[in-house]
C-alpha cells in the first residue's frame, strides 16, 4: 500500500465473528454499504458459513468459504496463517480485520477496537484469579500489540482511545471514531404504557460481574421495602458465577424480579413495550447497542454513569454509580415519581437515537477503509 493507489478489493477477515454485536454490525455495514464510492470493485468476506448465509446478497460482495472457518479456534488460525496469505497478496487487497486482531504475516490491515474489557484492568480484575482473567491478560498484550502495528483503527467511541496507554495511542498510524448504527425499522419509539400494577424496570444484557445486575435487584428490592412498587425484568444470558450471585440476591423475591435468559432478538421490542423505564447499569462498554435501542425505542432510561455510555446517552437519561445501591435507589425512584421527567427523558433518548444509523456507519467506515490505504495522516 506504499504506493497511495486505492486498491480495487477489500477483503474482510471475519473469520471469528459467528453472534452478537460483531455479527449485527457486519451484517448491516455490508447491507449499507456503496463500495464504488471509495473505488472498490470487490469486497470479499471470509468467515464461517453460518455469517456467511445471514449477508444481503449484493453484486460487489464474494463469500470466501472454507471447511476450517467452520471448526475451532485451532483449525481458523491455521486457515489465517497457511490459506489468508495468498488470498490477499493475489488481489493486493485492503485487508480489514473488524474482530480486534492482526495477521499472522506480513501485511498491512485495518482494525476495530470491539472489547473494552482487556483494555480496562479494574474491569478484568472482577474475574478474580481465574482463567478468565489470565485470558483477558493475554488479550490486552494482542490488542495493544494489534492497534500500534495497524495502518488504521477504528473505535466506536472516543472513551476508548482514551483508556489506552499514552505509548499505544501514540503509535497508532490512523484512526477514528465511528459508533455502531441502528436498526431504526425494528427499533421504533412507542408512548410509554403504564398500568395500575407498579413501576415496571426492564434491564437487557449479559448477566456479569460488570453488568452488575446483583446491585439493581437489591436497589429494587429495598424500593419495595420502602414502599416503592418497583419490579425489575432481566433479559439475557449469563457468565455463571455472576448469575449463581444475582439468584442468591433473587432468592425469596421472585414476585419482585423476573430473569427471562436470552430470548430472540425478534422479540424485544415487544419487552421494551411492556415496560415503563430501562436500566443499563454496566462499568465497561466499548460501545452499548442495547442501549441505542432503548433510547430508539423512546424509553426513559437510568443509566450508568461509568465507561462510554455518558458519551452514547448524552443528556437523556438519570445517571447513577452502579458500585453505590443508594446511587441506584435513587435514580429509580427519580424515575418512578416524575412521570413528566419520563416524557421528557423519552423524547430527548428518542432524538438522540437519530444520530446513530447504519447507513452513516458504514459510509464512514469504508472511506476510512480507503484512506488508511493511502500514505495521507488523519489529524
Partial sequence: MGSGALKNSLFID??????????????????????????LDEVIVAAPDSTLRQLDEKPWLTRHAHPYLNRSYLFRFWWQFRILPGLVRSREAILFIPGTGKPWFKYPYVTMCRNLLPLDFKELWRFGLSLTTLRLLFLRVLHLNAYAQAQGVIFLTQYCVDILPV?????????????????????????????????????????????????????????NKKGYPVRLTLIGPAYKPALRKLNRVMAGHEHLITYKGKIPYGQLTKEYRGHHAFIMASTCETFCMILTEAMAMGMAIACSSRSSLPETLGDAGVYFDPEQLSSVEQAILQLYLNATLREELAQRALSRSARYDWAVCSKNTFEFLALSASPQTVS
Avoid at 197 to 208: A, D, K, M, W
Fill in 167 to 223: 505509548s499505544v495511542r501514540a503509535r497508532i498510524k490512523k484512526r477514528v471514531v465511528i459508533p455502531h448504527g441502528l436498526n431504526h425499522k425494528l427499533f421504533t419509539g412507542n408512548p410509554e404504557r403504564s398500568d395500575s400494577t407498579g413501576f415496571n424496570l426492564l434491564y437487557v444484557s449479559i448477566v456479569n460481574w460488570y453488568k452488575h445486575q446483583d446491585q439493581v435487584a437489591r436497589a429494587v428490592i429495598n424500593l
Fill in 14 to 39: 471475519a473469520s471469528n465473528i459467528r453472534a452478537g454485536g460483531g455479527l449485527t454490525h457486519l451484517i448491516e455495514l455490508l447491507r449499507a454499504a456503496n463500495p464504488h464510492e471509495v473505488g
